[in-house]
């Protein structure tokens, strides 16, 4: 059953493909910025998210074959903690009507159910 954790992996990690590159197309490329620096600063900061995300992915992908079976129970929902800071701040800032908090809050249910099985 722990396998069921390679697919949910790497849907995480499109999703924080997906993400990433939506936003910087639709928010952080069509904004005018004060400074120069800004722009370069805001778009690192929102990639920093893309990434950390996808390695999270890609950890939930291959911990089967990494963590031992007794300690997935943990090891999976404590890695997918800071997609859930993410889940949290998008929810309150955007007040629910941005989906991206409902796809990776799906993510984290299911690699924690399948992680816990």
Not at 17 to 22: A, Q
Not at 88 to 99: D, E, I
Request: net charge positive; proline share 5%.
């Amino acid at each position: 059953m722990q396998y069921l954790l390679m697919p949910i992996g790497v849907a995480c990690v499109i999703a924080a493909i997906v993400h990433g590159y939506l936003g910087q197309a639709k928010l952080i490329g069509p904004a005018a910025y004060t400074h120069k620096w800004a722009k370069g600063f805001v778009g690192m900061i929102w990639q920093y998210s893309t990434v950390t995300w996808a390695m999270i992915g890609a950890f939930i992908a291959v911990s089967p074959w990494l963590v031992p079976r007794e300690d997935l129970s943990w090891a999976v929902p404590l890695a997918c903690s800071p997609i859930l800071y993410g889940v949290a701040g998008n929810f309150l800032v955007s007040g629910g009507r941005h989906f991206g908090w409902m796809i990776f809050a799906v993510i984290i249910a299911a690699a924690t159910l399948v992680a816990n099985l």
